[in-house]
């Protein structure tokens, strides 16, 4: 199961000098200007977050701040909600500036089974989070291109939140159609809202065992990525 192609990692002096580089080009990033939201994107009403998936968020903002970070969504849709039982972390090798991050593809593409073999349901990726600076809460052009790649990985769209801290925890979430429209979304936070879904019931020891080839199946190896 592998969500998303995987660079090799570098290390030493080129990752130093690749670091350089990047940090100097994110500084001549200028922020798209133009607002990202349209009335035509309607596959999604709203977002929910578990409790877990929103403590994930804080926590990691919290242990980055002032630097960006971000991570992955995962969970289920269900009438247009967008369900998130699990946000992730960005992962090992990584990257965060005040006003850039980088995030780890093999770490996801290794974490995205072992967390959705653990709900009955299973997960499906959704989108991503990642925190502003201040209280910007559009997306740069980067940014942009960062939540079509998901949408088109996801093929019916994707969510992307963005965590403010201004001075408290701020989500501002957008829905990116398949169509490319942007529409900024209700956000709702507990597990509260996830009743009747069944999305954060988890598996049982039987059904494990039950699915143990597909379990296997399904490890992923970096070295084939």
């Known amino acids: 199961m592998k969500l998303f192609s995987t660079p090799p990692v570098l ?6 000098k690749r670091k350089k580089l990047l940090k100097a080009q994110r500084k001549a990033l200028k922020r798209a ?13 709203g977002v929910v977050l578990s409790n877990r998936a929103y403590l994930s968020v804080l926590s990691e903002v919290y242990s980055r701040d002032p630097l960006e970070t971000g991570g992955i969504f995962f969970g289920n849709v269900k009438n247009a909600v967008w369900y998130v039982a699990e946000a992730s972390d960005p992962g090992v090798y990584t990257l965060h500036t005040r006003a850039h991050h980088e995030m780890d593809n093999n770490y996801h593409n290794h974490i995205y ?22 209280s910007l809460d ?11 790649s998901f949408a088109e990985v996801i093929g019916n769209g994707a969510v ?8 408290t925890a701020r989500l ?10 942007y529409r900024t979304v209700p956000v709702m ?7 009747g879904t069944g999305f954060l019931e988890l598996t049982t020891s039987e059904a494990l065992l039950k699915n143990k080839d597909r379990l296997q199946a ?3 190896d970096p070295e084939e990525a």
């Open 33 to 45: 200007d133009h607002p990202f939201e349209s009335d035509k994107a309607a596959d999604c009403r």
């Open 138 to 148: 559009t997306f740069s052009s980067d940014d942009d291109r960062t939540n079509h």
């Open 11 to 16: 290390s030493g002096k080129k990752n130093k």
């Open 189 to 195: 936070v507990g597990d509260k809202y996830f009743a």
């Open 218 to 220: 399904e490890i992923f």
């Open 113 to 134: 089974p072992v967390l959705s073999r653990l709900y009955q349901h299973g997960l499906c990726l959704l989108g991503l989070w990642h925190r502003h600076p201040g």
């Open 172 to 181: 501002t979430c957008y829905y990116l159609s398949k169509n490319g429209e």
């Open 160 to 167: 992307s939140m963005l965590v403010n801290l201004d001075p």
